[in-house]
């Protein structure tokens, strides 16, 4: 299967963080969900993609080529949390501007989808809600037909109705087989409804890329005593940590776990619970 990002060994270096040797791809048909802790670096590595800023090292390839051309960078459409159009902007303005410079820019789509999302043509983006100004975002990036969408956090801070919208739009958008989404996001319930993969950051560093069905199917939460804990094999053993209910441990192939400890509860881990366990709680993990 073509990969439409494929990324080997990029660094990227600050005062007080590190991007260490990410290697990360997206396969053409896919919705990739990046998920990890606030300044986990997934910013970072989207910026450092797209040559927002530059790699301290590595490679990047974009659609089979350099995200440094113009012409990689005109298929791929990206949406930050946080970039809006300026508020005295209205829909009408915003093709405009558009089409005097993306040679891809399709003005009948762009106002297709503002009429879908109910996009006022002659309303100022300031008096636009979050939500709305997230459609508008989202409509401009789509109105140039790209082939890879770049989304960080474009599902924050929206209501449940507004979030399941864009939800669909993306599921809508990855049924072009050529087509593929990276996604960070916070809320991982919206990964565990749209992902095909998983790809975690931890302190600068990609600890897995997994497809998202098998990581739920081999993952649990082990809840017994310490010394139950420390007769499993230590590769079954991702993290463990004590708590006020005593001792639990997240655990791999729960299958055979159970075989080893057929007193003790397993439960079933969701993404949230992964995170919670993996970032920095006694933590054991092992590729």
Known sequence: MENLVEVR??????????LRQVDLTVPAGAIVGLIGENGA???????????????D?????????DPRDAAVRSEVGAVFEDSYFYGGFNARQIDRIMAGIHRRWDSGLFFDYCRRFELEEKKP???????????????????????????DEATSGLDPVVRGELLDLFLEFIQEEDHSILLSSHITADLARVADQIAYIHRGELLFQR????????????????????RLPRELVTAR??????????????EEVRRLLPNAVLDRA???EMMQFISGREQTWED
């Open 9 to 18: 060994g990029l660094t990227k270096h600050y005062n007080n963080f590190t």
């Open 41 to 55: 670096g997934k910013t970072t590595t989207i910026k450092a993609l797209l040559h927002v800023i530059r790699p």
């Open 57 to 65: 090292g590595g490679t990047v390839r974009l659609l089979g080529g």
């Open 125 to 151: 983006v300031k008096d636009f809600s979050r939500g709305m100004r997230m459609k508008m975002s989202l409509a401009t990036a789509l109105s140039y037909r790209p082939r890879l969408l770049v989304l």
């Open 211 to 230: 497809d998202k069905d098998e990581l739920l199917a081999d993952t649990a939460i082990l809840r017994c005593s310490e010394r139950d804990i420390d």
């Open 241 to 254: 940590r004590k708590g006020p209910m005593g001792s639990a441990a997240l655990v791999r192939h729960p």
């Open 270 to 272: 969701d993404i949230d």
